[in-house]
T-cell receptor, first 113, second 113 residues
Framework: DAGVTQSPTHLIKTRGQHVTLRCSPI?????VSWYQQVLGQGPQFIFQ???????GRGNFPDRFSARQFPNYSSELNVNALLLGDSALYLC????????????FGSGTRLTVV | DQQVKQNSPSLSVQEGRISILNCDYT??????FLWYKKYPAEGPTFLIS?????DKNEDGRFTVFLNKSAKHLSLHIVPSQPGDSAVYFC????????????FGTGTRLLVSP
């Protein structure tokens, strides 16, 4: 069985641009969460989606948005990129909205120049 | 506001000895705690967890201890193996109805032969 898959694996963008990151959850998993990991820090919660609805949001500006599709895959969008958005973006999937059974993908490394 | 703290950025241990990784938290609403292991270029992998109603959980070579009064938990690895070399993250969650893990900054463990 495929795990959580994220694309692309690496990305370089210029300040002010927009980026879309994609995540496919484990088959059967209905919840997708997004985390940002800046170098030297632990992952920080951005969003959780369950059954296409936003269930939770972390302390991130409105430039960050996400959505979940009928097949439970998800996109994270970041507008007006800043240098400080350079980070590893991790997607995690689970069966349910609550509980603790997360599986993480390998992440997308975003570099903003 | 760093609610989960791992004060040791790195730890070096010899193969066969015990590794002890520590974690402190400040939010008394946290009721579930997890340890993740992360290799470079991979997402975090779940290692072991503990509910706040317990003070110890064991899984093979890995044991997690929770001291609620001190808001402290620790991960013991016995015996340590070179393959255990990775970054270890402590994470905590509160019962909010959605999944949000609050991570520490990680401890890099190096197990030398």
């Amino acid at each position: 069985d495929a795990g959580v898959t994220q694309s692309p694996t690496h990305l370089i963008k210029t300040r002010g641009q927009h980026v879309t990151l994609r995540c496919s959850p484990i088959s059967g998993h209905k919840s997708v969460s997004w985390y940002q990991q800046v170098l030297g820090q632990g992952p920080q919660f951005i969003f959780q989606y369950y059954e296409k609805e936003e269930r939770g949001r972390g302390n991130f500006p409105d430039r960050f948005s996400a959505r979940q599709f009928p097949n439970y895959s998800s996109e994270l969008n970041v507008n007006a990129l800043l240098l400080g958005d350079s980070a590893l973006y991790l997607c995690a999937s689970s069966l349910w909205a609550a509980g603790y059974g997360y599986t993480f993908g390998s992440g997308t490394r975003l570099t903003v120049v | 506001d760093q609610q989960v703290k791992q004060n040791s950025p790195s730890l070096s241990v010899q193969e066969g000895r015990i590794s002890i990784l520590n974690c402190d938290y400040t939010n008394s609403m946290f009721d579930y705690f997890l340890w993740y292991k992360k290799y470079p270029a991979e997402g975090p992998t779940f290692l072991i967890s503990i509910s706040s109603i317990k003070d110890k959980n064991e899984d093979g070579r890995f044991t997690v201890f929770l001291n609620k009064s001190a808001k402290h938990l620790s991960l013991h690895i016995v015996p340590s193996q070179p393959g255990d070399s990775a970054v270890y993250f402590c994470a905590a969650s509160a019962n909010t109805g959605f999944q949000k893990l609050v991570f520490g900054t990680g401890t890099r463990l190096l197990v030398s032969p």
